[in-house]
């Protein structure tokens, strides 16, 4: 009796699982489709848009909000979200950057950065997961104090990298074999890093669990604090690395760097199908919004229109393409 | 039920108070403002306490639409971009028509069409709020330049226009009696209309809404119109007290919004909140910026300082909350 208990309700996860994958296959295919027919027209419209040399070079701008996008999409599964991730990515340029003028080597400043992400982290997820404060205010509140800080400690000015190292400029500006770059490689490193982590791992199961009904989650065992406070650390983590890659594109700490960063990101995340009720979505669809937004501002700006006109259109965008995926799911 | 008779058995009169929030912020303010002027007695100068009225009043306009939208359950991360917009739009009707009064027209009827299509997206496409005016918030940063790409001065020097933010009324600010007009319309709209209950009872639980005949679609998509219009109106005073409408105005003006009317109380989940709570929380806000530039603190602690305290007041209500339903 207990075994076909437990055979049945394996057969009827399993099931509901399948289900699932399919839905996302679809809405992922739906995505994938958009960016064929976006890469297409681009190509079509402008001679110089479809290069190795301009696709390599979209891929490297992408892989910044991508790593982010990765980090809030996994916490925004889990059932919360981070908007401090703009602030952080900014943030961290600063050890980084000081600690290499103090004569200490890229990867101390890394080490540097990185645990000042880790803190941040820490910090969000103890007042959002163990606290319960809601975390919309826990991280426009971080938002505020880092941004504050930044400024605090660098005057509102640019620290420059006055030790100027070539390791410190190749991770963000460096290509791999003269083609692919190597913030793109990261972010794909990260990528499937966390699909395997989200898809295959408990771990990754129980996000999904979490975000999607944290009581039955917790009835059924899982420490839902824990597993949150820890989406919060991936998130800042993630944000770090985005953060020290944009130090490397800029040279130095820049204060306003990372500004709005969050909104871009966040807007990708919910492009690629992520629900802000958590629960729902995949990170190949994250990868996907990500790319959208990217071809398409820079297909835009080959096509020599005004810069604003990008981010209108990718407003308009992000409100059709969510306003569809709402419809979508009403019907079913 | 135990609400009712907690108080009358043994509750001490200290938790009780404790667990009145706007009282507890009013006591954070008087104790603000006590420690400010020890440090630095020109607090209490009738120009500085002007000067802290007047930019209040900015933020209150707004923050009483946003803690209608805030108790809906919705939110609303345009409204600095529509501020800026609403701003250069008036300036440039003014500047064309030569009439005040049109220019004041143009900006808030443009933040109340701003509004209407948030309001649109978030009842028809039900595109979550958040979202939906992030992306709008884009289009509004990105258009506004494609309209202008400067600042549109006040071209005929008309001085009905500059009047609208630095004009008094008597002793006080035009602006302040604006912001106090809207506050005490949206006031009694909130506490003493059944649309005001109705949001209450939307924002609290939607589908009970729905259930009981309520239209809660209609009813958001007018608190989305009436934060807009209030947007307009706010903007109309900022392009007035630059004496120009410019479009990089505004920027971030949201989360200081959004900030005031969550330290007021006001629930991020719906169905909670005052505007009475709002006003203490964009004064306390305001207090403590201009408590930084008076003591001679750096100005950047202008951004950590309301960090802090939306967070710490956030955890108190949590506390309170927690405490109440025990």
Redesign the interface.
């Known amino acids: 009796m207990p075994q076909s208990a437990s055979v049945s309700t394996f057969r009827d996860t399993n099931s509901a699982r399948d289900l699932l994958v399919s839905l996302f296959r679809r809405n992922e295919t739906v995505l994938l489709l958009c960016l064929v027919v976006l890469i297409a027209y681009f190509s079509f419209a402008s001679g110089s848009f479809f290069t190795v040399r301009n696709i390599t070079n979209v891929l490297g701008q992408a892989s910044l909000a991508m790593i982010a996008g990765i980090g809030v999409g996994v916490l925004i599964i889990a059932g919360e979200i981070d908007v401090s991730i703009g602030s952080l990515a900014g943030a961290v340029a600063i050890p980084l950057v000081v600690i290499m003028n103090h004569g200490g080597s890229l990867e101390l400043g890394i080490a540097g950065a990185l645990a000042l992400a880790l803190l941040v982290g820490a910090i969000n997820g103890y007042?959002a997961a163990y606290?319960?404060?809601?975390s919309?205010?826990?991280t426009?509140?971080?938002?505020?104090?880092i941004?504050?800080?930044i400024?605090?400690y660098t005057g509102?000015k640019a620290i420059p990298d006055k030790q100027g190292l070539e390791s410190f400029y190749q991770i963000g500006n460096g290509r791999l074999f003269g083609t692919v770059p190597y913030p793109a490689l990261v972010a794909l490193a990260l990528l499937i890093g966390f699909m395997y982590l989200m898809r295959h791992r408990p771990f990754g199961r129980k996000i999904y669990a979490v975000g999607g009904n944290p009581e039955v989650a917790r009835l059924a065992g899982f420490n839902v604090k824990r597993i949150k406070f820890l989406c919060f650390i991936i998130s800042a983590l993630l944000a770090g690395i985005a953060g020290i890659l944009l130090s490397s594109r800029l040279g130095s700490a820049v204060h306003v760097a990372g500004l709005g960063f969050e909104?871009q990101v966040?807007?990708a995340v919910?492009l690629g199908g992520v629900s802000?009720a958590g629960g729902v979505g995949s990170l190949f669809g994250v990868a996907l919004g990500v790319l959208i937004l990217s071809f398409l501002s820079n297909g835009l700006g080959m096509l020599n229109l005004?810069t604003?006109?990008?981010?209108?259109t990718?407003?308009?965008i992000?409100?059709a393409a969510?306003?569809f995926d709402?419809?979508k799911r009403?019907r079913q | 039920m135990s609400e009712i008779t907690q108080p009358v058995t043994s509750t001490p009169p200290v938790r009780r108070l404790a667990e009145n929030s706007p009282i507890v912020l009013f006591g954070l303010l008087v104790i603000l403002c006590i420690a400010i002027s020890i440090g630095s007695p020109q607090f209490y100068s009738v120009e500085n306490i002007i000067a802290i009225l007047r930019q209040c009043s900015l933020v209150l306009i707004i923050g009483a639409g946003m803690t209608m939208l805030l108790i809906a359950a919705e939110v609303d991360?345009s409204v600095g971009a529509s501020l800026a917009f609403a701003g250069v739009v008036a300036m440039d009707v003014t500047n064309q028509t030569s009439n005040v009064w049109l220019g004041v027209g143009a900006g808030i009827l443009f933040g109340g069409f701003v509004g209407l299509v948030n309001g649109l997206?978030v009842t028809r496409?039900?595109?979550?709020s958040?979202?939906?005016t992030?992306?709008?918030?884009?289009?509004l940063?990105?258009?506004v330049?494609?309209y202008s790409r400067q600042a549109i001065q006040n071209h005929n020097q008309l001085p009905a226009f500059t009047a609208l933010s630095t004009g008094y009324l008597g002793p006080v600010p035009v602006p302040v009696v604006i912001a106090a007009i809207v506050f005490a319309g949206t006031f009694v709209v909130l506490r003493h209309t059944v649309f005001g209950r109705y949001i209450y009872a939307v924002g609290a639980n939607r589908q009970a809404a729905r259930l009981s005949g309520l239209k809660p679609e209609r009813l958001t998509l007018l608190v989305f119109v009436i934060t807009g219009l209030l947007t307009g109106l706010s903007g109309l005073i900022l392009a007035s007290l630059m004496n120009a409408g410019q479009p990089t105005a505004g920027r971030g003006f949201e989360?200081t919004v959004?900030?005031a009317v969550?330290l007021g109380g006001t629930s991020?989940?719906g169905g909670r909140g005052t505007l009475l709570g709002t006003l203490l929380g964009v004064v306390t806000l305001q207090v403590i910026n201009n408590g930084i530039i008076i003591l001679g603190w750096?100005q950047?602690?202008?951004?950590?300082?309301?960090?802090?305290v939306?967070?710490l007041a956030?955890?108190l209500d949590?506390v309170r909350r927690r405490a109440g339903a025990r």
């Open positions: 007042l606290l319960g404060i809601n919309l205010i826990v426009l509140g971080s938002m505020f104090v941004r504050g800080g400024y605090l509102q909104f966040v807007a919910v802000l005004a604003e006109w990008q981010l209108v990718t407003g308009a992000i409100i969510v306003g709402e419809m009403r | 991360l997206i496409l039900k595109v979550n958040l979202i939906a992030i992306a709008t918030m884009m289009i940063q990105g258009s330049f494609l989360l959004i900030a969550i991020l989940s750096d950047e602690l202008q951004m950590v300082v309301p960090g802090v939306i967070v956030a955890y949590l």
